[in-house]
T-cell receptor, first 114, second 113 residues
Framework: GAGVSQTPSNKVTEKGKYVELRCDPI?????LYWYRQSLGQGPEFLIYFQGTGAADDSGLPNDRFFAVRPEGSVSTLKIQRTERGDSAVYLC????????????FGQGTRLTVV | AQTVTQSQPEMSVQEAETVTLSCTYDTSENNYYLFWYKQPPSRQMILVIR??????QNATENRFSVNFQKAAKSFSLKISDSQLGDTAMYFCAFTGGSEKLVFGKGTKLTVNP
């Protein structure tokens, strides 16, 4: 596609449920990033993939959060046993490769845990 | 750890006027990149301008320019001839050797007609 696509655009879930957020990066981009943006804050880094492997997952807040990118393209962010504090906009970005090439962002998924 | 500070939660400017958004950062790295991103209500982060730390010349992109002061660790954004479409959140961001972007808390800019 022309840009980074994230689905769903909005997700409302009940506390304790499991959710999956999907990111379709720009075709050919090997680097993929997940960020979380809480209300009134800047995005915070969660995890970075180079190809299929997670090169840096130091931003994942706890073991309820997990992300995969099995074929080096689409990535899924998985959140188990959701909590109200997980409510935020989850942003995905992709880059052609490592280094100083521009990162392109999707429009994010707004997750609301009720 | 790197940090990015934006000390202006909100700013406003009249259409066609000039406005400057402030950003300071802290890092021990010598090679890094600095960015300004625009986030309209659509939520998509759009790159406005970027600066390589090793370049002394300030970056410019049409109506957008930066004042990069490496010794002071300051990276301000100047928007000239402000337009209504410039209304958005603006985020200053840093990246060094770790690949990830570190963002400030943002400045909400309103351009008034």
């Amino acid at each position: 596609g022309a840009g980074v696509s994230q689905t769903p655009s909005n997700k409302v879930t009940e506390k304790g449920k499991y959710v999956e957020l999907r990111c379709d990066p720009i075709s050919g981009h090997t680097a993929l990033y997940w960020y979380r943006q809480s209300l009134g804050q800047g995005p915070e880094f969660l995890i970075y993939f180079q190809g299929t492997g997670a090169a840096d997952d130091s931003g994942l807040p706890n073991d309820r959060f997990f992300a995969v990118r099995p074929e080096g393209s689409v990535s899924t962010l998985k959140i188990q046993r959701t909590e109200r504090g997980d409510s935020a906009v989850y942003l995905c970005a992709s880059r052609l490769n490592q280094g100083n090439t521009e990162a392109f962002f999707g429009q994010g998924t707004r997750l609301t845990v009720v | 750890a790197q940090t990015v500070t934006q000390s202006q939660p909100e700013m406003s400017v009249q259409e066609a006027e000039t406005v400057t958004l402030s950003c300071t950062y802290d890092t021990s790295e010598n090679n890094y990149y600095l960015f300004w991103y625009k986030q309209p209500p659509s939520r998509q982060m759009i790159l406005v301008i970027r600066q390589e730390a090793y370049k002394q010349q300030n970056a410019t992109e049409n109506r957008f320019s930066v004042n990069f002061q490496k010794a002071a660790k300051s990276f301000s954004l100047k928007i000239s001839d402000s337009q209504l479409g410039d209304t958005a959140m603006y985020f200053c961001a840093f990246t060094g050797g770790s690949e990830k972007l570190v963002f400030g808390k943002g400045t909400k800019l309103t351009v008034n007609p």
